[in-house]
Structures are given as C-alpha cells and as structure tokens.
C-alpha cells in the first residue's frame, strides 16, 4: 500500500525525528512515511498487551528494514528512562502518539490511562522542554474530547468541557497541559484531535476489525444504540498526510502562545448502518446483527470541521469509506491467512 502522507509542498526540515508509540498503528505509518521522505526515526513504545503483542511487532519488522530507523522498547511515563534513550537528546522534532486507546477499556482500567495518558503526556512535556534544541512537539488529541456536544461539525472552537469517558477527560487534560507548557515556557506545540481512523495495520478492537472478523466467521455482531450512530471514519493515509505536515511545515500560532489544535478527520460522517453495509459488500457476506442500547462512554456523532487544518497545513482527505474498508479487508485476510 502507498502511504500518501505528504502534499509536493511539504519540505523535510528536520533531521531526526521521535515518534512515541513507533509501534502502534498511526505512529507505524507516520514512521514509516518519514523513512520513505529520507527522515531518520527514532522510535519509542512499550509493547503493552492491549492488543496481541505480535501485531505490533509485526510493524516493527517492518520498520527496521529501513537504515534510518533506531527502536527503543520503554514506557514513556518513565522520564528518567526517556532522557537516558541513545540519540533521543538531539532529535529536531518530537511526534508523541503513545497513548493507552480504547474508551470502554478506559471503564475497566482507569488506572492505565492516567499512567499512560497523563504521566506520559507530562513526562514528554518535560523531555521536550529541556531538550536541547527544543523541538516542535505534534501530539495526539481525540474527537472524543468533544463529549456531549450536539453541534455538528465539532469546531476547535466548540466548547470541551463535558467529556462522556475517562479516555476523552485524559485527552483533554493533555491539551491543557500543553497549552500551560506553551505559555509558561513558549514550547511550539500542535495538537491533532483523530477522528476513527481505520485502515490496514489498524487496531484489533476498532469496530471495523472486529465486525469484519465476526462477519467473516458467521458471528452476529453488537450494533449499539439500534444502529443510530454515525461516525467520521477517517483512512489511516489521510490521517498520515495531516501529522507529517504538521511536523515538517512550519506552524502557524494563533497571538503569543505557539500552541494550535486542530481537528484531522474525513469531514464526511457515515451512519453505522451504512458502514455495516460498506463491510458486508468488501466481505461479500451478510452480517448478523444483535442491536445493543448505548454503551456507556459513547457518544452518538463525530463530524469533523477540518476547515482550519487544510487552511493551514494543506490537508485534504481523499479516502471514502467505500475505497479504504475494501483495502483493509483484503489486507485482514492476507494477515490472517499468513498466520493461520
């Protein structure tokens, strides 16, 4: 698969670059598109068990084929361990999209994601604040942020104050913390709230995957609230073209503090059910459906407005749900058949 993760405008500026959660799916692509642009890598990510181990290291074989790219196996709410790392000293900029993931998962194990989301966060803050050649920090927000808001698109400008999940309320206190950081110690700082990203490579426990997974072996699938959601499902390639801008181009800061966020998602938002019928189509199977009320944690829309993100960074999704579920169904059966 091609990774369109840059427009013929973006100029590499950096030298090396840390990406934490090298491993994981979006810090996977991100790495491996700055390799492909001639940009050395430093990856960092802990391998957690959240999802299967062998799926991460499935992409860290992948990356270590390319001379440019350097792994270090730690957590990074570990600070003392972070500084110590060989080479992560003299990187030019820091993408940061180690996270604990999931929103029900955040219900079951809460300390995780204040472990991982919250110390790490801070832990990277701190790394990036007194590096010696303060690098520009990209790090990874959510459209869950966004909590109970009704307004459809969510604007970056829209109110954050009524997070529906442990995992969203993390996020956003990461945002705050970065926008401290920005203030008190002029760091420039770009935030990126996701919007469901899919695609090859992705993340076990996504509906996407598991839906696929169910439908393959004849499995009903959980619809949750009777079908009545929508999301902005956003292919990982897009998603990819919008962090590497970020952190090559130069940033654009709103007055005196050099902190912007930015939502990055398709802009197209996709009922569930139509989503169903977009997989059943790739698998060329009819799915069972077992309709579920709302889980806690969930919210009933996403729609991204990404009108500031391509004012000033270029970013254009040019993925529809309809090209990117086929690719990753025909990448689910080579991945699954090669280890069968």
Same mark, same amino acid.
């Not at 642009?37 to 992948?62: S, W």
């Not at 109970?148 to 945002?175: G, I, M």
């Given at each position: 698969?091609?990774?369109?993760?840059?427009?013929?405008?973006?100029?590499?500026?950096?030298?090396?670059?840390?990406?934490?959660?090298?491993?994981?799916?979006?810090?996977?692509?991100?790495?491996?598109?700055?390799?492909?642009?001639?940009?050395?890598?430093?990856?960092?990510?802990?391998?957690?068990?959240?999802?299967?181990?062998?799926?991460?290291?499935? =992409?860290?074989?992948?990356?270590?084929?390319?001379?440019?790219?350097?792994?270090?196996?730690?957590?990074?709410?570990?600070?003392?361990?972070?500084?110590?790392?060989?080479?992560?000293?003299?990187?030019?900029?820091?993408?940061?999209?180690?996270?604990?993931?999931?929103?029900?998962?955040?219900?079951?194990?809460?300390?995780?994601?204040?472990?991982?989301?919250?110390?790490?966060?801070?832990? #990277?803050?701190?790394?990036?604040?007194?590096?010696?050649?303060?690098?520009?920090?990209?790090?990874?927000?959510?459209?869950?942020?966004?909590?109970?808001?009704?307004?459809? *698109?969510?604007?970056?400008?829209?109110?954050?104050?009524?997070?529906?999940?442990?995992?969203?309320?993390?996020?956003?206190?990461?945002?705050?913390?970065?926008?401290?950081?920005? =203030?008190?110690?002029?760091?420039?700082?770009?935030?990126?709230?996701?919007?469901?990203?899919?695609? *090859?490579?992705?993340?076990?426990?996504?509906?996407?995957?598991?839906?696929?997974?169910?439908?393959?072996?004849?499995?009903?699938?959980?619809?949750?609230?009777?079908?009545?959601?929508?999301?902005?499902?956003?292919?990982?390639?897009?998603?990819?073209?919008? #962090?590497?801008?970020?952190?090559?181009?130069?940033?654009?800061?709103?007055?005196?503090?050099?902190? =912007?966020?930015?939502?990055?998602?398709?802009?197209?938002?996709?009922?569930?059910?139509?989503?169903?019928?977009?997989?059943?189509?790739?698998?060329?199977?009819?799915?069972?459906?077992?309709?579920? *009320?709302?889980?806690?944690?969930?919210?009933?829309?996403?729609?991204?407005?990404?009108?500031?993100?391509?004012?000033?960074?270029?970013?254009?999704?040019?993925?529809?749900?309809?090209?990117?579920?086929?690719?990753?169904?025909?990448?689910?059966?080579?991945?699954?058949?090669?280890?069968?």
């Amino acid at each position: 698969m091609n990774t369109k993760y840059s427009s013929p405008d973006v100029s590499p500026k950096s030298e090396t670059v840390l990406v934490t959660g090298a491993a994981g799916f979006i810090g996977y692509f991100v790495s491996l598109a700055l390799l492909e642009r001639g940009i050395n890598v430093i990856g960092v990510d802990n391998l957690n068990d959240y999802y299967p181990v062998a799926l991460k290291q499935a =992409r860290l074989e992948r990356l270590t084929t390319h001379d440019g790219f350097s792994f270090h196996c730690h957590d990074i709410s570990d600070h003392v361990g972070l500084l110590a790392l060989t080479g992560v000293r003299d990187v030019d900029v820091v993408i940061h999209l180690a996270a604990q993931a999931g929103v029900r998962y955040s219900l079951e194990n809460p300390f995780a994601y204040a472990a991982s989301n919250l110390i790490g966060h801070l832990s #990277v803050l701190e790394f990036v604040r007194h590096a010696p050649k303060r690098p520009l920090l990209v790090y990874a927000s959510s459209s869950s942020v966004y909590g109970a808001n009704t307004k459809v *698109p969510f604007s970056e400008s829209d109110p954050v104050n009524s997070p529906v999940s442990l995992y969203a309320a993390t996020k956003r206190a990461d945002e705050l913390m970065s926008e401290s950081y920005a =203030r008190l110690y002029d760091m420039r700082q770009v935030g990126l709230r996701f919007f469901t990203v899919y695609g *090859p490579w992705g993340r076990p426990d996504m509906a996407y995957w598991s839906f696929t997974e169910k439908i393959l072996a004849g499995e009903p699938i959980k619809v949750f609230n009777h079908g009545q959601l929508e999301r902005d499902f956003t292919y990982v390639d897009d998603v990819v073209s919008g #962090v590497v801008a970020a952190a090559l181009q130069p940033m654009r800061p709103i007055g005196d503090v050099p902190h =912007r966020i930015y939502n990055i998602g398709n802009n197209t938002p996709v009922q569930l059910l139509r989503f169903i019928e977009i997989l059943e189509q790739a698998i060329g199977k009819t799915a069972q459906m077992q309709f579920e *009320p709302m889980q806690p944690g969930d919210v009933h829309s996403t729609y991204a407005d990404i009108s500031a993100i391509t004012a000033d960074y270029g970013f254009s999704p040019s993925t529809p749900l309809e090209i990117g579920i086929p690719i990753f169904v025909d990448w689910l059966r080579a991945y699954k058949g090669s280890r069968l």
